[in-house]
């Protein structure tokens, strides 16, 4: 290694994708016998490897669910009235909730969404920005 943190970090990095490139690339025969050589289960290795990957998906949906959370904060307050609600505002007001979050329009289909379903949405958002002022994230992993 090097005095540069940096530099080990890359190195580490570059280490790192080489042996997640070398597991891909290995057959599930080639996989098996390298374990049996370490004296391991390949069963209780698969279990263990899918509870990890549970887990880490857990964990990875609890972030995703935090980071609407907080797009959520930072969007407007506002809370859309279904007779009054003028259709063309309440479009680009979840187009920028959601865009604040991270997911395109264009990928919910938003010309597809009915009006109800815009107005629904952003009911939903409302609904969910008021469930998280009472409750906490989980703090599993």
Avoid: H, Y
Avoid at 17 to 44: F, H, W
Avoid at 61 to 77: H, V
């Amino acid at each position: 290694m090097t005095d540069d943190p940096k530099d080990d970090r890359e190195a580490l990095e570059r280490l790192t994708a080489a042996m997640v490139e070398d597991l891909l690339k290995a057959s599930e025969e080639e996989l098996t016998a390298e374990i049996l050589d370490e004296g391991r289960n390949p069963s209780q290795e698969a279990e263990a490897m899918a509870s990890f990957i549970e887990r880490a998906a857990r964990r990875c949906g609890k972030l995703r669910l935090q980071t609407a959370r907080d797009a959520l904060k930072s969007a407007g307050k506002s809370k859309p009235q279904a007779s009054t609600a003028d259709m063309g505002e309440s479009r680009r007001r979840l187009a920028a909730i959601l865009a604040a979050g991270g997911v395109s329009m264009a990928a919910r289909n938003e010309s597809e969404l009915s009006d109800n379903d815009v107005l629904g949405m952003l009911a939903d958002i409302e609904e969910l920005r008021a469930r998280s002022k009472t409750k906490k994230p989980d703090s599993d992993l």
